[in-house]
C-alpha cells in the first residue's frame, strides 16, 4: 500500500482538504483523512444555526473536536461560514414580538457573532469563508433577496468581512458561491468582487465551490473563471468540490425514473475525463490556488445522495463506499 496521499502528490501546489462531521473522526474514515488530507471543514457543525442557535447561546463542543483533531493530526481548518441565508436561526431577524430588526440591530447581532465564533478559533482556523451564496440565482438579479438583504443591503457584506478581520487579523477571508463558472453567475460575481476591493474591503480570496457534475463546467469556463477572479488579485480555493453523475438543474434525473441508480462505466469514464481535466487546470494555476476541498470523504454518504432530490444515490467523490480509491483517483494522482 502507497504510504502517499493526495496531499502528497500536491504538496507543492496547494493544500487538499475534505468536509467532515464529527462522526468522521473515528475509525476507518479518521484514518483515510489522515491519509489524504491536510485541510478540513465542518460540513455544518460550524454554520450558524449550529454555533449559536439561540442568541447569546454558544455551542461550541462539537467544532472544538473538528478544531483539536485536525491540530493533533497536523491538519488546517478551513471555517465554514459566518454569514448565509440557509441554516441561519431566525431569532436572527426579529425582535421578542416577532417584528422585523433594524439594520442597526441586525449589524450588532452579526458583529457578536463573529466576533464569538472567530475569536473562540484565532490562530487555529487559517481562512474563512466570511459570507456565503449572496448572489441570486436568477440572471437578471444582483444579490440574493435575503433576510439579511432585504434588512441591510449590501453593507451586510462588507461588514461581515471588517467584523472578521478584527477578529483575527491573520485568518484569510473569503467570499463563497457555486455556479461560478456559468457566465451570468460570473459576471454579476465579478462585479461583487470588484466593488469590494474598490471599497478597501478586507478580502483575501474567492471560494468557488466546484458542485460540478459530469457534464460542467468545461475546461474553458474553468479557465476563464479563474483567469477573471485572480485578476482582481485575489486567490482562489475550490471550498466544496464534488463531480455528480447526474445534471446539475433540480429535480432532473440522468436516466429515466425507473432506472437504477448505478455507477455505470460510461459514467466511470466520464467523471475520469472531469476529474482529470480540472486537476489539470489547477496545477497550472498553482500561485493563485491555495486549497482544493472535497465536499464529504467518500461515496458511501454524500450530501448528494439528498439533494437537490432525495433517494437517489450519487458518486461524486474520488473514493468509493468501501473507502477505496476510484479510477478517478489515479487521473488526479498520476501526473509529471
Ligand atoms: C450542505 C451540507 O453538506 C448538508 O449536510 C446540509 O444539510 C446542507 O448544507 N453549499 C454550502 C454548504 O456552502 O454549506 C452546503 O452543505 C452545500 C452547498
Redesign the pocket.
Known amino acids: 500500500d502507497d504510504p502517499r496521499g493526495l496531499k502528497d502528490f500536491y504538496k507543492d501546489y496547494f493544500s487538499i482538504g475534505v468536509?467532515v462531521g464529527k462522526r468522521n473522526l473515528a475509525g476507518e474514515e479518521a484514518m483515510l483523512i489522515k491519509k489524504q488530507f491536510n485541510s478540513v471543514t465542518a460540513?455544518?457543525d460550524m454554520?450558524m444555526e449550529m454555533m449559536q442557535p439561540v442568541e447569546g447561546r454558544f455551542n461550541w463542543s462539537t467544532a472544538d473536536s473538528i478544531v483539536s483533531f485536525a491540530m493533533k493530526n497536523n491538519i488546517k481548518v478551513r471555517g465554514?461560514?459566518l454569514c448565509w441565508h440557509e441554516?441561519a436561526p431566525s431569532w436572527f431577524f426579529v425582535d421578542k414580538d416577532g417584528k422585523q430588526v433594524s439594520k442597526e440591530v441586525l449589524l450588532q447581532r452579526l458583529k457578536s457573532h463573529i466576533d464569538a465564533v472567530v475569536g473562540r478559533y484565532k490562530g487555529n482556523i487559517y481562512a474563512w469563508d466570511v459570507v456565503?451564496?449572496a448572489i441570486d440565482d436568477d440572471s437578471t438579479k444582483y444579490l440574493r433577496d435575503s433576510k439579511w438583504y432585504q434588512i441591510c443591503g449590501e453593507d451586510f457584506i462588507i461588514k461581515a468581512f471588517e467584523y472578521a478581520h478584527a477578529a483575527d487579523p491573520d485568518a484569510k477571508l473569503y467570499y463563497?458561491d457555486?455556479n461560478t463558472e456559468r457566465p451570468e453567475k460570473r459576471e454579476r460575481l465579478y462585479k461583487l468582487l470588484k466593488s469590494l476591493k474598490e471599497k478597501g474591503v478586507p478580502i483575501d480570496g474567492v471560494g468557488l465551490?466546484a458542485?460540478w457534475s459530469i457534464y460542467e463546467p468545461t475546461e474553458n469556463e474553468l479557465v476563464t473563471a479563474i483567469e477573471k477572479y485572480s485578476s482582481l488579485g485575489l486567490k482562489i480555493q475550490f471550498t466544496?468540490l464534488d463531480i455528480s453523475v447526474y445534471p446539475w438543474e433540480k429535480f432532473k434525473r440522468a436516466r429515466g425514473a425507473n432506472e437504477p441508480d448505478e455507477f455505470t462505466p460510461a459514467l466511470e469514464a466520464q467523471q475520469m475525463a472531469k476529474y482529470k481535466m480540472v486537476f489539470d487546470v489547477f496545477r497550472r494555476y498553482k500561485n493563485v490556488i491555495t486549497n482544493v476541498t472535497f465536499?464529504n470523504i467518500s461515496d458511501r454518504r454524500t450530501?448528494l445522495d439528498s439533494y437537490p432530490v432525495a433517494g437517489r444515490k450519487n458518486y461524486p467523490l474520488l473514493f468509493d463506499a468501501q473507502f477505496k480509491p476510484k479510477k478517478a483517483y489515479w487521473e488526479v494522482i498520476n501526473f509529471k
Open positions: 468536509a460540513e455544518n454554520k465554514h461560514n441554516q456565503n451564496e463563497n457555486y465551490q458542485h466544496e465536499w450530501w
